[in-house]
């Protein structure tokens, strides 16, 4: 009986659940710590975040939709990961998913299905040639892919910028696209919520009016899929296996006889592709079209705390993006509530990530604690 509990107590030590979690309250209390420093209640104010998220229906939709998008840039990073890859580019891949979306969305009219799927398909290849490219530099030159990537973000940002402001494309006296038609959108119900009938059928299911004031879409079904895809693909297949095996060694998998050159191009399309997708269902689903960008957005940056704290697993990916998504969506809102400085939020999120980028420390944390309370019991 002592045997299976001090197995159990083993196994959740080297659990990377039991790391993450531990990670996630290490940076909570940070938080706190900041927060009393800084004058502050941290009660107070984490209370301000819970409520934020929970207190109603829509501040729930709200979250899952800032939670989106990071959990598919999450993914491409975890793609390029597990195959031996840093994909620093999830930003500027998902700039370019975002940029053909919207241009698909709004040029082409197709039915409605149908434009939807043209308008996913389009921004996934093209994201996946502007991942594909870093693949390809590396294969074929030896450039290191954050190198490539981190290029490759900032003519995308440009390339965005050039695009939006053209004229045909550019909405007047603004510095956005026009909207993309209603056929390419993936908002649930949109234009039914709107009308005379649903807003007298809403007005009789309160819960639902509350979370449709919130644009709810597809895309968080759609990030579900890719993570169960990601998870199929790089465990269950032929594909998968090469892929991962490259980024165990290359050497020993070229050695098996494949293509280290190829998985290389291969991984970074999958991840470029994954990022593209992200970009396609923040336009599809929230916000209708691109902006002239001044600086970079963040989903791509974001996806890699969020891929490290998913334990760079395509489920984990799920639950850390919507952790994520709540902290971003309502984080800032102890800055109203508290006038504290919303950049809090930022050290908690800092925080988490950096306990998680240190696993050896963290461990060997989880280590001394089990050891010492082993020695206690023995006394």
């Not at 709200?62 to 994909?87: C, D, E, K, Q």
């Not at 696209?177 to 007298?200: C, F, N, P, R, V």
């Not at 980024?247 to 290389?264: C, H, L, R, T």
Request: aromatic fraction near 12%.
């Amino acid at each position: 009986m002592a045997s299976n509990k001090s197995s159990l107590k083993e196994k959740l030590i080297s659990s990377s659940l039991s790391f993450t979690l531990f990670s996630v309250l290490v940076g909570l209390i940070t938080g706190a710590i900041a927060l009393l420093i800084a004058g502050y209640n941290p009660l107070e104010a984490y209370g301000v975040i819970l409520r934020g998220i929970f207190s109603k229906p829509k501040y729930i939709a709200w979250t899952i939709i800032y939670a989106t998008p990071l959990i598919m840039t999450g993914l491409s990073v975890t793609f390029a990961f597990r195959t031996g890859l840093f994909n620093i580019g999830a930003e500027g891949q998902f700039i370019i998913g975002a940029l053909v979306a919207t241009l698909i969305g709004y040029f082409l009219n197709l039915p409605p299905v149908i434009h939807v799927i043209v308008v996913f398909l389009t921004a996934a290849i093209a994201s996946g040639i502007w991942g594909g490219i870093a693949g390809y530099l590396k294969a074929k030159f030896g450039i290191h892919e954050v190198i490539a990537t981190i290029m490759l973000n900032w003519i995308a940002l440009y390339l965005n910028t050039y695009i939006v402001m053209l004229p045909g494309f550019k909405r007047p006296e603004s510095e956005s696209s026009y909207k993309i038609l209603d056929s390419a959108s993936t908002m649930i119900l949109k234009g039914w919520k709107e009308s005379e009938a649903g807003i007298q059928w809403l007005s009789n299911h309160p819960i639902l009016k509350d979370i449709f004031k919130a644009p709810v879409n597809w895309g968080f079904l759609i990030a579900i899929l890719l993570a169960a895809l990601v998870w199929y693909i790089l465990n269950k297949t032929t594909l998968g296996y090469e892929l991962r095996s490259v980024g165990f060694n290359k050497y020993a998998a070229e050695y098996g006889g494949i293509n280290v050159d190829k998985s290389m191009v291969t991984s970074m399309v999958i991840a470029g592709a994954l990022a593209g997708i992200a970009g396609a269902v923040q336009v599809t689903g929230y916000t209708e079209c691109v902006s002239k960008l001044a600086a970079m957005e963040g989903y791509g940056f974001d996806g890699i705390a969020v891929s490290l704290i998913g334990g760079n697993t395509a489920f984990g990916n799920i639950f850390a993006g919507l952790l994520f998504g709540a902290l971003k969506y309502a984080g800032p809102n102890i800055q109203f509530a508290l006038n504290a400085p919303a950049e809090m939020v930022d050290i908690v999120i800092g925080t988490i990530v950096f306990f998680i980028a240190i696993p050896k420390f963290v461990k060997m944390v989880f280590t001394t604690f089990a050891k010492e309370r082993g020695e206690k019991n023995v006394k």
